[in-house]
């Protein structure tokens, strides 16, 4: 057991405990920060907050995790799961499976699929062409190319979510209220969206939390680019950083983007409010 | 591209309005031909501070840092000048490539790979290794590069002395303060340094020869006159201060260029937005004011 520990506590508590620490001095990887790291208290935190780099990426980062997750891959995700629901035909199963295709394909890869769709000379400007509407989509809709391409990477994990949620939903329940005279949408209103509360608490978590963090499909797509246009908290981050080598800097604002996760998930389960269905 | 214009070659700007007035020509005699190209943007990361700014800026009366106070120095009127090329070529003039192209990730790839070689780029503000993308080991192999490509060093801005700029990055030998057999250190660098081991390494791995004795050596000549006219470079090249300010600072420059070539900021607003930032970055005790 004892060495066991060691080794979670050196690999998985260490660093965290570590970039907690580094968050409150002024380290860096470079210059004299790297050579005699000074405790600042919360200099890092409030110099963030006048960043105004810093502000814009936040926003940037709630346009697209919201776009992206909450509204894109969170509502496809439940209306591919709901009309595929009791099917099981050939044309379901081909359909997830190029779906799920898009989920298993590795980031960077469908980060350049999607470069190589939307960039100046690719297959959507070569097709767009022909109607006089050549352009860089990445350079004029970078913030639209990103959310696009995350929905599609990310559709077929909520479409498992809800597809195994509502198959755990009673047929016997749903014939009834039938019979009871329910309409469709008051069915779904009803009857499936509130038996479905856990998944869809728990898909939204899940979700959020993975494109809060979300970076490799950023950095192929635009990096953050043109300028700062679609430079997400995670780009930013990495920025300062890595290629600032203000590693100090770096941990305290990854500190602050995994408190907007949890201050999410908080908001999801109030209000969502699963204990009173549990 | 430049016969084509009416330009006497071999070309050699005296000032940056021979630059710009070249660039001119060929845009009236030459459609679907880009002028000139010049680095900017983030997307070019530090080749748009380097290539492109800082051999601007580089030709003027300022530069970014003052060696003689160790202090750096605030955005001047030079720091402007440079900044105004950028809205001329890209936002006023369209001497450059679009600036879509421009601030796109693949930027270089297009000037070098794509619009050079064919003819479709007049003037490239870039850098002595361009040339090893036409070998036929580079990304693109064009075998008459050397004799369809001139070579023209960056003039300053209205032809002060020394008249020419280039900017230059690299690597050197050093004895670490700490060694504990320091001679023995400097041998060892005497030797790999030597004019036969420097001419066998600047011919093998196609570096600028920084010695005289290198660059006028038949081996290093047999290459062709690019690397004759790169060496001839090396008197008056600039190097970067490599300060720990200096990447964030050089990414703010990216990021003025970047606006001044959308037309978001003009050159003193870019001027200003450097000062401000400089100021937060290194302190106000160690910035002074740029030289008029």
Known sequence: MAPALGIMGLFFAGPIIWSVYIAFTNKALTGVGAQHPKWVGFANFTHMFQDPLFVHSLVLTAIFVIGSAIIGQNTLGFLIALLERGKNSFVTRALNTFIIAAWVMPEIVAGFCWYAFLYQGGTLDTFLQHFGLSQDWLYTTPMLAIIIANIWRGTAFSMLVYSAGLSDVPAELLEAAKVDGASQISLLRRVIIPLLRRSIVTNLMLITLQTLASFTLIFVLTAGGPGEASQTTPLYIYQQALQLYDISYGTAMCIVLLLIGALFSVVYIKLIRVEEVG | ?292
Do not use: C
């Not at chain 2, 002595?128 to 993308?133: D, E, M, P």
């Not at chain 2, 008056?236 to 978001?264: C, D, N, V, W």
């Open chain 2, 1 to 292: 591209m430049l016969a084509k214009a009416g330009v006497a070659l071999p070309w050699q700007p005296k000032t940056w309005a021979d630059v710009l007035a070249v660039a001119e020509k060929i845009k009236a005699t030459e459609p679907g031909v880009t002028p000139i190209n010049v680095y900017g943007g983030v997307g070019q990361g530090e080749g748009s501070t380097m290539q492109g700014f800082e051999m601007f800026l580089y030709g003027t009366n300022n530069t970014l840092f003052d060696y003689s106070t160790g202090k750096w120095e605030k955005a001047g009127a030079g720091f402007k000048a440079a900044l105004g090329i950028y809205q001329t070529i890209y936002n006023k003039d369209n001497l450059g490539p679009s600036v879509q192209t421009a601030l796109g990730s693949q930027a270089w790839q297009v000037v070098q790979q794509s619009d050079m070689p064919v003819g479709k780029l007049g003037i490239d503000l870039d850098g002595s290794w361009v040339g090893g993308t036409y070998l036929p080991t580079g990304p693109k192999p064009w075998p008459q590069w050397q004799s369809a490509l001139g070579i023209a060093a960056m003039p300053t801005e209205n032809g002060q002395a020394p008249g020419k700029v280039s900017m230059s990055g690299g690597w050197l030998l050093s004895v670490g303060s700490r060694s504990t057999n320091k001679q023995m250190a400097f041998n060892f660098i005497t030797i790999a340094l030597n004019q036969q081991n420097s001419l066998y390494y600047d011919v093998h791995a196609s570096q600028i020869a920084s010695r005289a004795d290198v660059a006028s050596a038949p081996a290093y000549k047999a290459q062709g006159h690019a690397a004759a006219a790169f060496s001839s470079f090396v008197p008056f090249t600039h190097f970067r201060p490599a300060f720990t300010a200096y990447p964030k600072l050089s990414t703010e420059i990216q990021e003025i260029t970047g606006e001044l070539m959308t037309g978001q900021e003009t050159p003193a607003q870019g001027a200003a937005a450097y000062n401000k930032y400089l100021l937060a970055t290194v302190g106000a005790k160690n910035v002074e004011a740029a030289p008029a």
